[in-house]
């Protein structure tokens, strides 16, 4: 099982073995590790690609941001910051080979993502926005194992409808590690910032939060809101309890957790007609 994990880690950390990323991404990266790089230079790399920009102005204007006004790159990395453009990119250049195949798990990501962008906005917690794509990105392991361990993808879905194990157990059992920690692993290839990585890498075990705890609980807790709600399909309809490190870090109460409920119940529906739209693209 040691064998399996690491061959995958190594096929995760390779990013030759990736599904190919937009040239724009590197110089993104090199730019974005410049102190003396403006914003409009780095939105003058990402305009340069036509297809990936209009995909990342229709991601900033959805339901998981709520700003309705990000016309250009620019803005969107103003208003979102470069970290946050970055990631939709990323995200939405992995999630353009999977939408069609997997319209189920593009839901549930963006559900996740709105919701998490409740939960701070709420809770009036910092970086709504990265949150927010922490919780857009939360499952990307999850369509890596599809591209790139399709046998064992359909073993982890057999085993877990047969035995009623959460994805999470039946990936441990099949290929020896799991979506969350193949995604932490993805993260780390991408050079995205800890605040993002940590959210995605243990959204399942917030415990494991060390830097980022507040983040990785928002997160958490809108993946377990948006699989109760039956939005989407992230892979198994078995919903997880809370976690109380989770629900502490947040200094969450009943009555919060009832209001966020019914807001999140309420957003799904403008995300579902979202979501539809993006599939006519």
């Known amino acids: 099982m ?3 994990r690491n061959d995958l880690k190594k096929i995760i950390m390779d990013t030759k073995t990736l599904p190919t990323l937009p040239s724009v991404i590197n110089k993104l990266n090199s730019l974005s590790d410049n102190d003396k790089s403006s914003v409009q230079e780095m939105a003058k790399i990402v305009s340069s690609d036509q297809v990936l920009s209009a995909r990342i102005l229709r991601l900033a204007n959805s339901p998981s941001y709520g700003f309705y006004r990000v016309s250009t790159i620019s803005n969107a990395m103003i208003l979102l910051g470069v970290n946050v453009v970055k990631s939709l990119a990323l ?3 992995i ?7 997997s319209v189920g798990l593009w839901e549930h990501s963006l559900g996740t993502g709105v919701a998490a ?4 906005r709420k809770l009036g917690l910092p970086e709504c926005e990265e949150i927010a794509t922490a919780g857009l990105l939360h499952d990307i392991g999850k ?3 599809s591209l790139k361990c399709r046998d064992a993808e359909k073993e982890i879905h057999d085993l877990s409808r047969e035995r009623k194990l959460y994805t999470t157990e039946a990936e441990q059992e099949i290929i020896g590690t799991d979506h969350a920690e193949i995604g932490g ?4 290839s991408w050079f995205l910032p800890d605040k993002l990585s940590e959210p995605i890498a243990y959204h399942h075990d917030v415990s494991l939060s060390t830097t980022h705890r507040i983040k990785t ?4 807790i809108a993946d377990v809101l948006v699989k109760a709600s039956g939005f989407g399909n992230s892979g198994d309809p078995f919903v997880p309890p809370i976690q109380t490190c989770a629900w502490e870090a947040l200094n969450l109460t009943e009555r919060i957790m009832t209001e966020l409920v019914d807001e999140v119940e309420d957003k799904l529906v403008e995300v579902k007609n979202f979501s539809l ?5």
């Open 217 to 220: 609980s928002a997160v958490h």
């Open 91 to 93: 995200s939405s250049s």
């Open 2 to 4: 040691t064998d399996k």
């Open 185 to 188: 692993w993805l993260s780390k």
């Open 143 to 145: 369509v890596i194992i």
């Open 277 to 281: 739209e993006m599939m006519s693209d």
């Open 117 to 120: 962008n409740l939960i701070a």
């Open 95 to 101: 999630f353009a080979i999977m939408e069609k195949d």
